[in-house]
């Protein structure tokens, strides 16, 4: 039945549609952090940030469901639950971030944040990570240069190294971030691009999980500003108290980012995304100010973004995933595996690099397959990222506990002698 599922998929569906795993996955249900497959078969998600208060929380389950039986409708009539959830979340942000729109994905609210910046500035020039993914829309995949070969970079983006902490020492990675953002700003000018705005993770996901040096983005940050344009800090998989430390990634860096788009664990699986920015930079937007969106911001998701908040304030969950993170970190380290090259993130977003040769570091993408692989057949789900997919990359729910950490690690460890 298996075969025959994924034959009808690839026949309906097309070949764009990629599946992890050689032996895909069939899933049929998700509590907690475990999913569920066909034939009854439970799997630890040590990969699901969307999910992240733990599948089908109950309370937003509850959450959704009342409000669907009540009313769902557009942003054009007077709701109360988009203002009081526009409001708990403006709360969780710095005081001059006070103000939110509301899309249906972080793609959406990328391609909104380009039109905003655009309009701001005056400018149209862009600059990116060089493996950065912000989104799917034709604007927002010409700077996702994750997509390869599917996408052309417009000739108005220019692109940058991500740091990486592991080959640069942290003073150099300080220094050269902001170098280069620097140098892109120069570049574009030469060109005659009036720069519109800097768009970064606020840690780096696709480009190799970056996290560090603290403080880093600041330089970059303050590059662009001069340059008259704009930060827009990314924040679809760091947010919510992913990061432990801070509700929001970018705070990590003291930086003041002028917008910050959201997206992913907003609805714990709803789909709903948006942008919280200065008031000041959409005023300026001035009576062209217009805004609609169908589904973003409808009285079901508002439901579904506070029930969120609330479970991730009650729960603690973002103290979880400072304590768990670090549990986890120290434990990964502690297998002193010589294949792991390096250990990184903050909070429950880690990074594992993989390679074949402490001295050169050179990264192992067979053997992280492999491992990927044999942590399936060992019934726990991570994947792989970076540039040369041989990165562990590891962001579970931020329910996941010491002892689903502990399961991870005495199976990662069982995979390594074997792998
Ligand atoms: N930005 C980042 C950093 C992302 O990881 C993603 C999704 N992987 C997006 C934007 C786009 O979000 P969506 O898939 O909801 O459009």
Request: proline share 6%; hydrophobic share 40%.
């Amino acid at each position: 039945t298996e075969r025959a599922l994924i034959a009808r998929r690839e026949k309906v569906l097309g070949p764009a549609y990629r599946l992890f795993y050689e032996k895909p996955l069939h899933l049929v249900r998700g509590e907690g952090v475990f999913l569920y497959d066909v034939a009854g078969e439970k799997y630890l998600d040590a990969y699901n940030n969307v999910a992240s208060l733990g599948h089908c929380h109950p309370r937003v389950v509850e959450a959704i469901t009342k409000q669907t039986a009540i009313l769902n409708t557009h942003t054009r009539y007077l709701h109360e639950g988009i203002v009081d959830y526009a409001e708990t979340l403006t709360a969780t942000f710095p005081e001059a971030l006070s103000q939110a729109m509301f899309t249906c994905t972080g793609s959406e609210a990328n391609d909104l944040a380009v039109r905003i910046a655009r309009h701001v500035t005056g400018g149209t020039g862009i600059i990116a990570t060089e493996l950065a993914y912000h989104g799917l829309t034709s604007a927002v995949a010409e700077f996702s240069p994750s997509l390869g070969e599917s996408v052309t970079l417009g000739p108005h983006v220019r692109t940058v190294p991500a740091p990486d902490s592991y080959r640069h020492s942290p003073e150099e990675v300080m220094e050269k971030f902001g170098r280069d953002v620097s140098a892109a700003i120069a570049d574009l000018k030469r060109h005659g691009i009036k720069p519109a705005m800097l768009i970064t993770d606020t840690i780096f996901s696709s480009d190799g999980i970056f996290a560090g040096p603290k403080g880093f983005l600041k330089p970059a940050v303050d590059a662009i500003h001069q340059a008259g344009g704009l930060f827009i800090a990314d924040e679809v998989q760091p947010g919510f108290g992913r990061t432990g430390e801070t509700m929001w990634g970018f705070e990590r860096h003291g930086v003041s980012p002028d917008m910050v788009t959201i997206g992913k664990p907003m609805g714990n699986g709803y789909p709903m995304a948006g942008i919280v920015l200065r008031p000041e930079v959409i005023a300026e937007f001035g009576p062209r100010a217009r805004y609609f969106n169908t589904f973003g911001g409808n009285p079901i998701a508002a439901a579904a973004g506070k029930a969120v908040l609330d479970t991730i304030r009650i729960e603690g969950l973002q103290q979880n995933a400072l304590e768990v993170g670090r549990y986890l970190m120290d434990g990964l380290r502690n297998l002193s595996h010589p294949a792991i090259g390096d250990v990184r993130g903050s909070g429950l977003f880690i990074g594992v690099e993989i390679i074949d040769d402490p001295a050169t570091k050179r990264p192992d993408s067979a053997l992280t397959t492999r491992i990927v692989n044999g942590l399936r057949d060992r019934r726990i789900l991570i994947s792989a990222s970076g540039p040369n997919a041989n990165i562990l990359k590891i962001r579970p729910p931020l329910v996941f506990s010491r002892e689903n950490a502990d399961m991870l690690l005495d199976a990662l460890g069982d995979v390594l002698k074997t792998a």
